[in-house]
């Protein structure tokens, strides 16, 4: 397993942009395909974002799909999610998540590590 650690969380206003970031440490952060989960108030965990280990592919949720763009630095052990044109639909804790086959982070089953989690609150 890596341990991760989400951070960058914040309140915000509608329209906004804000920048997560995940800090990965353990075994090789570069093996492991990341993703970003999130879950409101509520509501069940949803997917939200995915990359392969190589930076090369990518999977967003239709929700977030042209608003939201995931990326990594394999040389700083570090997943980003930039989330633009923010809503309060948007609001919820993001989590950070690691596998080795990006397939199980997409169905959000047995994913191999977890991070605790980040507050996003985005305001009218």
């Known amino acids: 397993q890596v341990q991760l650690v989400e951070s960058g969380g914040a309140l915000v206003q509608a329209g906004d942009s804000l920048r997560l970031s995940c800090a990965a440490s353990?075994?090789?952060?570069?093996?492991?395909?990341m993703g970003w989960f999130r879950q409101a108030p509520g509501k069940e965990r949803e997917f939200v974002a995915a990359i392969t280990w190589d930076g090369t592919v990518t999977y967003y949720a239709d929700s977030v799909k042209g608003r939201f763009t995931i990326s990594r630095d394999n040389a700083k052990n570090t997943v980003y999610l930039q989330m633009n044109s923010l809503t309060p639909e948007d609001t919820a804790v993001y989590y950070c998540?690691?596998?080795?086959?990006?397939?199980?982070?997409?169905?959000?089953?047995?994913?191999?590590?977890w991070g605790k989690g980040t507050l996003v609150t985005v305001s009218s």
């Open positions: 998540t690691a596998d080795f086959h990006i397939a199980t982070i997409r169905a959000g089953h047995g994913i191999d590590s």
């Open positions: 353990g075994r090789t952060f570069s093996s492991y395909a």
